[in-house]
């Protein structure tokens, strides 16, 4: 009878020890068995695929190539600066509507989609250091009278959907007024103005230039104005996952700092970073 008692207790003491190196191993990384890993041992885990959110169609930032691969120079980073972090990632095409709310639901660890950070959006997400700094530009018809955003006060004017362009011209014309048309994607908001439905669209900087220079037969111009903010770029996980985000700006960091983050940025916009903005160094970036 007191043999049976101690056998349980002990075996009452195994299970609440291995619960508890359990518990200390953290949820991410399931542990190796308890019996062959004291605590100080490197515990053998499955590595965990984090889950990139990106809405692909946002050429050169991200889109979606011929096989339909998501690819561009958002994708590069994020995975380079994942590789640098010693983390493995996957992409997968997520509507720009909605997109803020796959990572608090859950359905996606990461987003990366020229995701410019605002105070409003930091109520809800948390940002990586900025990895890119845009501003808004327009994009009228080459035989378009436009010459400044104040122009656009009682025009149509084509936007995607809840992006900082939306923003801005909402703001401008009010935001009751009928003149706003939001579309799901930017390309779609461009190709509207082809046909005439709208007379300019607001949008990043770096995509509609890349739309431009792209599509010779739409016959567009841009018009750039010294009234919009600066805006910068981040990488946005859930609010409080500062494990994850740990990792990512030290990824990010890693690859400002050895030249990798220069490379992608000379392969997609032909010259190297300026120092003092987002693509800089961060060693440089923080004097
Ligand atoms: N930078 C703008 C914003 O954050 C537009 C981003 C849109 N990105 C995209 N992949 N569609 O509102």
Not at 154 to 175: A, F, H, P, R, S
């Amino acid at each position: 009878m007191a043999t049976i008692t101690t056998r349980h207790f002990l075996q009452t003491t195994a299970l609440v020890l291995a619960g508890l190196v359990l518990a200390a191993c953290g949820k991410k990384e399931p542990a190796a068995p308890v019996a062959t890993a004291p605590a100080a041992a490197p515990v053998v885990a499955v590595a965990k695929v984090y889950v990139v959110g990106t809405d692909a169609a946002y050429a050169p930032f991200e889109s979606q190539n011929e096989k339909g691969e998501i690819v561009g120079f958002d994708i590069d980073v994020v995975k380079a600066a994942a590789q640098k972090a010693g983390i493995e990632v996957k992409f997968l095409n997520t509507p720009w509507e909605g997109i803020f709310n796959s990572v608090a639901q859950g359905d996606r660890d990461l987003l990366v989609s020229s995701i410019t950070i605002t105070p409003e959006r930091q109520q809800t997400l948390d940002f990586s250091t900025p990895y890119f700094d845009a501003q808004q530009l327009i994009a009228v018809k080459s035989d378009s009278k436009i010459a400044k955003f104040d122009d656009l006060k009682k025009l149509k004017v084509g936007v995607q959907n809840g992006t900082t362009g939306d923003e801005v011209i909402t703001k401008l014309q009010g935001k009751d007024s009928p003149n706003v048309k939001r579309f799901e994607t930017t390309p779609l908001a461009l190709k509207e103005m082809e046909g005439g439905g709208v007379d300019a669209v607001v949008a990043d900087n770096g995509v509609v230039v890349h739309y431009v220079n792209n599509n010779p037969a739409s016959k567009f111009k841009t018009i750039a104005d010294t009234s919009f903010a600066s805006e910068q770029y981040g990488i946005a996980v859930k609010k409080g996952n500062t494990e994850l985000l740990a990792k990512i700006n030290q990824g990010l960091a890693g690859i400002k700092d050895d030249g990798t983050y220069a490379k992608i940025y000379a392969q997609y916009f032909g010259a190297a970073p300026a120092a003092g903005t987002a693509s800089a160094p961060a060693a440089a970036a923080s004097k």
